[in-house]
């Protein structure tokens, strides 16, 4: 999936492409949300992306996005639930997440700032 496409289908938590399991997304969502947020990695790349002073989600670079899509991956590698880890590991589901969190992580910083 390219970043662009997310941009234009305005992803995020409880809004994902069309035929998206997005019960599945949301559970995802909210587990990479809390490890990212738990993990300095996470934390410095988000700082660099603010640093780079864009406004909004319409920015997210692909660095940064490509970064967190890996986080993201490496977020589930040792989850349990194999179903899980498959669904989210996988390079749609893992980039849609990365840019959801990211939206959330912006979102939350203007609210913020």
């Given at each position: ?7 234009e ?13 997005a019960?599945?997304?949301?559970n ?6 809390a ?13 660099r992306?603010l640093?780079?002073?864009?406004a ?14 890996r ?7 040792d989850?349990e ?17 990365a840019?959801?969190?990211l ?5 939350q910083?203007?609210a913020?700032g």
């Amino acid at each position: 999936m390219y970043l662009q496409q997310l941009r234009e289908m305005e992803v995020r938590h409880n809004h994902w492409p069309e035929n998206s399991d997005a019960l599945r997304l949301n559970n995802c969502f909210d587990i990479a949300d809390a490890t990212l947020n738990s993990w300095k990695e996470a934390h410095d790349a988000f700082q660099r992306l603010l640093a780079k002073e864009l406004a909004g989600a319409k920015n997210i670079d692909v660095d940064t996005h490509r970064e967190f899509t890996r986080l993201v991956i490496r977020a589930f590698k040792d989850c349990e639930d194999f179903s899980m880890k498959s669904f989210a590991t996988n390079k749609f589901p893992s980039e849609c997440i990365a840019y959801a969190v990211l939206v959330a992580w912006v979102e939350q910083e203007a609210a913020n700032g």
